[in-house]
Structures are given as C-alpha cells and as structure tokens.
C-alpha cells in the first residue's frame, strides 16, 4: 500500500508498481533509474531514495553506464495476484516512458494492465512524446506486440474473458508539469495520446500555469491559444472546438516536499483550482509541501515595518512570479516546515475529487 494521496480513491486501495528495476554494477544494490528531464526533476525524490537501495547513482545521463536496467518478471506479475480493486500508480520510482525502457517491456507492462480489469492504473510521465509515438500506432483492437506480450503471461493468470480494447479502459495516462513552459510543451501532445482518462500532476508546482490559455505553437502558419478544459483553441480569427477531440479529465496540483523543497506560492494552486471549476473539471489538491504560508502581504493589509525579516534560508518571501524578496506582485510570507504540519488545505477546503469515470465497471 501506498501513501500517495492520489492513488487512494473510493471502493480500491492505493498502490505503487515498478516492474522495471536498476542493478547497480559497483554494489549489487537493486534500485531504479532515470535521468532528469527539466526544472522540476531537480529534488526528484525517487533519485534520493536510491543510497537506501544501495544504488548511489545520480539520475543523470552520465551515471546510466553505472546500472543495469531489467524487466523483474516477479513485479511484473504482482497485480495478476491482486484480486479486490486497486488503484495503482505505475512506475512511481522512475518514468515508464524513459528512453532506456525498451518497447517490449512497455509492451508487456501493457499486457498485464490489459488482463487486470479490476485494477486502475495510473501512468504519469515527463516523456509525453514518447507514450504518444507508441500508444498511438496500436489499432483499437491490438496489434501483434501486444497480443505477443499477452500470449507471453503464464496461462491462468488474469481475465483473458474479455476483447483487447484499445485504449485500455482502466488506464490512465497523464503528464507532469510544473510551470507555464512545461505545459504548452507537455499538454497538447497528452491530449492528442490514446487514453480513457487524460490528466495533469502540477507537481511540484514552482510557478503560475494558465491550462485554459496553452501556447500550442504555430499550425498552419496560425498560432493557436488552447484550451485544454474543454477542448477549443483561439487562432488569429476565430474559436476552434474538438480540436483535439479530447480534454482533461483530472488535474491535481501540489507543492513540492523533501530537501531543497522550493515554495508554492498559493495563488498558483488557487488559480487551477479556479480554472478546474470553471470548466467542471475534477480537481485534487495533494499538498503544500514542505513550506506553509504564514501570511499575505496584501491580504493581511500589514505596513511593511511590521512585516518580518526572514532570519534564515526556512524563511522567505514569494511573489506571484516566483521570485524572492519583499518587493513585487501578491508577496507571501513562507516558512518551512514538515509535510504533515502544512496539510492539505486549500483555503480551508481538502479537495479529494475524481474523474467521474467508473473504470472498474468500463472494464468489466
């Protein structure tokens, strides 16, 4: 079982799955591996936890020729076993959709997924791009790597009653994203891959994202200003809808937790929170993090004099851009402190909502 907020949904209970692992060559130790895409990655709490498996690798590009990747076939197997619901977050060590993952084992990851109906799992990745190459060339009713990987599993193991639909019912597939950059990069691509349930983790969330006004790039020679909550863009003349013949279905939001944890000034979470139920769209706030805001510069109405000075680096002031100092828009106060101490809360509220999908019943 696992504490991760966001795997813990009604009626299942929440789980992690890293069927693919990491050997470490120098130690034996077995841990996992990535490497480091963008700002976000950078107090990765996977890559800290790999000294506990013995696997002192950085996640970096420089370090892959350190470790050995495999396939472990007995987690792979592990939620054939699992026979009551669980809603299960895959590969939470590291990104499936890392460019050292070979196809195959991608594929057979899938395969198990396919034969586990009764589960939910939730597939997060940085490497949009990729999930999109490989789920979008598989046909509705499967292809041969597929059935391939499925004839692979030991006969007995998993429902093998129902027909191979894709996308799979009870997978979700979602993109990580952490600022404004990151989503006009992340979000279209995620929109245009084969999923029954599209979502965004805007965590660690280090600056302000407008999800409603997407820079999608120039189409046509057309720059389009998208709308990922309900499917339109904005072009230099008029309002497309359907264009991607797909919108999100969740969003969950959160600040960053661990060493060298950066603050989430709360505006930024407000204003997702607000898009979300603009649109009505599901929206899961996971945490503060590891820093809570003590006061509102501009809220509080305080004259500067009585504002305090921070007295060292578990003290600070954020404004709405992100930047440090007591000078600029909607400056918050900030000090550290433990996960559990800053909560959930969100202006008082702990927002636990869902996309309204049953996959359980979909998949059935």
Not at 318 to 328: A, C, P, S, T
Not at 336 to 352: I, Y
Request: charged share 25%; proline share 6%.
């Amino acid at each position: 079982m696992t504490k991760i907020e966001w795997t813990r949904r009604a009626g299942t209970k929440g789980e992690t799955w890293n069927p693919i692992r990491a050997s470490n060559k120098a130690t034996g130790g077995v841990g996992h591996f990535c490497t480091k895409v963008s700002v976000g990655c950078q107090n990765c709490y996977a890559a800290d936890f790999q000294k506990r498996f013995k696997n002192p690798v950085r996640y970096a590009a420089q370090d892959a020729d350190q470790v050995e990747l495999f396939l472990d076939e007995n987690a792979l197997l592990k939620p054939l076993h699992w026979k009551k619901p669980r809603t299960i977050f895959v590969c939470s060590m590291t990104d499936l959709f890392y460019e050292g993952h070979p196809p195959e084992w991608i594929m057979q990851i899938w395969a198990v997924m396919a034969l586990c109906p009764q589960h939910t799992f939730q597939v997060l990745t940085k490497r949009i791009a990729r999930a999109n190459d490989m789920l979008g060339g598989i046909s509705p009713k499967g292809d041969h790597a597929m059935c391939k990987a499925i004839n692979e599993i030991p006969y007995g193991l998993g429902n093998r009653k129902g027909s191979l639909e894709m996308p799979l019912p009870n997978v979700w597939i979602g993109t990580s994203v952490e600022d404004q950059a990151t989503a006009n990069e992340r979000i279209p691509v995620l929109l245009e891959t084969p999923a029954a349930v599209r979502f965004v983790s805007a965590e660690p969330l280090l600056g302000p994202v407008d999800i409603t006004s997407l820079d999608g790039g120039y189409h046509d020679g057309v720059r389009l200003i998208i709308d990922c909550l309900t499917d339109t863009a904005l072009d230099a003349h008029d309002t497309i809808g359907g264009i991607f013949g797909a919108k999100l279905d969740w969003v969950i939001c959160g600040g960053e937790s661990g060493r060298g944890a950066r603050p989430m000034h709360p505006d930024w979470a407000r204003s997702l929170r607000d898009q979300c139920k603009a649109a009505g769209t599901p929206f899961f706030f996971k945490q503060w993090g590891a820093w809570q805001t003590i006061y509102d510069r501009d809220k509080d109405d305080l004259d500067w004099r009585a504002c305090p000075t921070p007295q060292n680096s578990n003290e600070r002031y954020v404004n709405l851009e992100g930047g440090h100092g007591f000078h600029g828009e909607r400056v918050v106060f900030a000090k550290r402190k433990t996960k559990k101490a800053s909560g959930r809360l969100l202006d008082g509220v702990e927002h636990n909502e869902w996309p309204p999908i049953d996959q359980r019943k979909a998949a059935a």
